[in-house]
């Protein structure tokens, strides 16, 4: 099933890589400027296919931790810094749904030695489930830190958890609606790859939920 999902995911990202190409080629007004009115659809045919191809990124991750296949590659990152670039995305997603995106970051520089990309991919699958799941309010990313550990915390003011589907959330491919008339979109996928990415950094995830009040994701990581 593993090798099944990461053919066919590397078989789809494949063609979007080039619609992607060339709706940046004709927003940049290549071969030549156009209107304004069709420049929208062309951005809007762009947003879709990033959306599409980051449901597919979730699969081949998916299907690169079922085969155990991951790699750590740790850095020593400023963590303050890398939020805010990794977060800009977020922010202005949030801005369209009408609500506050809330990023609290410490003045002071925190250091620690992690694999960026799996780090940021934990973080943004976190965000992207609470921005899903909000339609008022906000959603607020938020980090501690102490000698051995660097704290995050996900919080957003959501639609929360049904108490019985709290057992569920980190199986794959579970969503709680019914796939064929669920509102929320996404592969069922966000929750599970990032606990087991979290795992793999020596860390754990911890889910808080309260039905129709929000939730709250809190991730411990190792400094080192």
């Keep these: 099933k593993s090798n099944f999902l990461a053919i066919v995911s590397h078989e789809l990202r494949s063609p979007l890589t080039t619609v992607i ?3 940046d080629l004709l927003m940049k007004g290549i071969p030549e400027a156009l209107p304004e009115s069709v420049s929208r659809y062309i951005h809007r045919i762009r947003t879709s296919a990033w959306h599409q191809a980051s449901l597919i990124e979730q699969v081949l991750s998916f299907s690169r931790l079922e085969g155990e296949r991951a ?3 740790p850095e020593r990152i400023e963590v303050g810094r890398f939020i805010r670039e990794r977060t800009t995305l977020i922010a202005a997603r949030a801005r369209e749904k009408g609500f506050a995106f809330d990023l ?3 003045d002071a520089p925190v250091w620690m030695k992690t694999d960026p990309s799996k780090l940021s991919q934990i973080l943004l699958n976190l965000l992207s489930n609470a921005l899903k799941f909000t339609e008022a309010g906000s959603v ?12 995050f915390r996900v919080e957003d003011t959501g639609s929360g958890i049904s108490p019985e589907h709290m057992d569920h959330i980190f199986e794959p ?3 709680a609606e019914d796939p064929t008339t669920r509102s929320a979109g996404g592969t069922g996928l966000g929750l599970v790859i990032a606990q087991r990415l979290t795992r793999l950094l ?3 995830l911890e889910i808080h939920s309260e039905l129709g009040k929000g939730t ?9």
């Design 21 to 23: 190409g060339y709706a």
């Design 71 to 73: 790699e750590i590659n």
């Design 104 to 106: 609290r970051v410490p």
């Design 140 to 151: 607020r990313l938020t980090f501690e830190h102490n000698p051995e550990r660097v704290i």
């Design 173 to 175: 491919f579970w969503q």
């Design 202 to 204: 020596g860390g754990t």
């Design 216 to 224: 709250t994701a809190t991730v411990r990581l190792p400094v080192r």
